[in-house]
């Protein structure tokens, strides 16, 4: 399907000991977002191949990330009262879109706050971290020595990360983005975000885009690598696990050396009750207290002013005595 190789589900109905196997799309969990279907002994005519490929390449973006990248440098020449930038999309008819006038090279450099969260709970999921727990995230970061972020699906991240390394001199930290959200290619070039599919491991790039990808997570210089990631709480752990398996994986191939049998760093931010679900993939991983809050989630802000405490937590394969809560917020 459009968004890259579909996964193998199971259909099971009660008193029945074998479901029917069949795929559909890996990303999309709601039929209207992508009607990908087919059991898995179904017989696929050539015709209605040649459809699906037609119906594919109908369905990518119309512009690529590369012309994308040239746009963002035609457009930071513009005089301020012309540039103008469509808050929803770059590819559909923009009449009933909001448009943003008088875009500044500050607003430019903080694209979450520019476009509008996808909230779609089936597709997107997009929640964005309330500044206290991003600046919790990035000082836990540099606390712990790491030089590089591999942000999955964390967009807010990426872009603290990018805006202070534009800003400070002796800010040495990068970051590369993997995400589904084909609009921040509007934002960051190639070295700096990959359209990537977390449910399936797909990089929509190709083979430039992994290799993107894999020089990244090369530890040169000692540079050490994390990956963070915040997926949608929707999604299929399995799925998931299996995507970043191959992450971790990737990572260990780039380091000649080897790791002394080492994993990657990892921060996988999810809700708590998925504990058990996450052990059982990453039996490496722990639980930390720390309740990560929300800017656009009204169930899941911070304590004091949401309705409720956040559910959502960071899971890592890190040494849990090596991560300091903050005191300030209660932590001990
Ligand atoms: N809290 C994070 C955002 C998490 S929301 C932050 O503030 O940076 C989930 C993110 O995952 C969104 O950016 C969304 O676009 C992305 N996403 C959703 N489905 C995805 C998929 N299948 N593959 C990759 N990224 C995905």
């Known amino acids: 399907c459009p968004l890259g190789p579909a996964l193998l589900f199971v259909k099971t109905s009660q008193g029945k000991e074998e479901g029917r196997r069949f795929y559909a799309c890996s990303a999309c969990r709601d039929r209207k977002d992508c009607n990908f279907f087919q059991w898995e002994d179904e017989k696929v005519s050539e015709a209605r191949l040649a459809a699906r490929e037609e119906y594919n390449r109908n369905h990518q973006p119309s512009f690529t990330h590369r012309q994308n990248v040239e746009r963002y440098k035609n457009f930071v020449l513009l005089p301020l009262s012309k540039r103008r930038f469509c808050q929803e999309s770059e590819w559909e008819k923009h009449s009933d879109h909001q448009f943003l006038c008088d875009i500044s090279t500050a607003q430019l450099k903080s694209p979450s706050q520019l476009l509008y969260p996808l909230e779609n709970k089936k597709t997107n999921a997009q929640y964005l971290f309330a500044d206290r727990s991003c600046q919790f995230l990035l000082d836990l970061i540099l606390d712990l020595g790491f030089r590089r972020v591999l942000s999955v699906g964390t967009p807010r991240l990426h872009e603290m990360i990018q805006s202070k390394a534009s800003q400070e001199d002796d800010f040495r930290v ?116 720390y309740q990560v809050d929300y800017d656009n989630h009204a169930l899941y802000k911070h304590g004091k002013t949401g309705r409720r405490q956040s559910p959502v937590r960071i899971f890592t394969n890190l040494t849990p005595s090596m991560i300091v809560l903050p005191a300030e917020e209660g932590y001990r």
């Open 174 to 289: 990068r970051s590369l983005l993997l995400d589904i959200d084909f609009r921040y290619s509007q934002f960051y070039t190639e070295d700096e975000f990959c359209h990537y599919n977390m449910f399936n491991h797909f990089f929509f790039g190709g083979e430039a885009a992994r290799e993107t990808c894999r020089k990244f997570l090369y530890q040169g210089n000692g540079e050490r690598v994390i990956m963070v990631t915040d997926p949608p709480f929707g999604g299929l752990v399995e799925a998931l696990a299996s995507s970043f398996k191959k992450l971790m994986a990737m990572w260990k191939e780039t380091e000649k050396e080897g790791h002394n049998n080492q994993e990657m760093p990892m921060f996988w931010i999810f809700p708590y009750f998925f504990e058990s679900r996450i052990l059982e993939f990453f039996p490496s991983f722990s639980m930390m207290d």
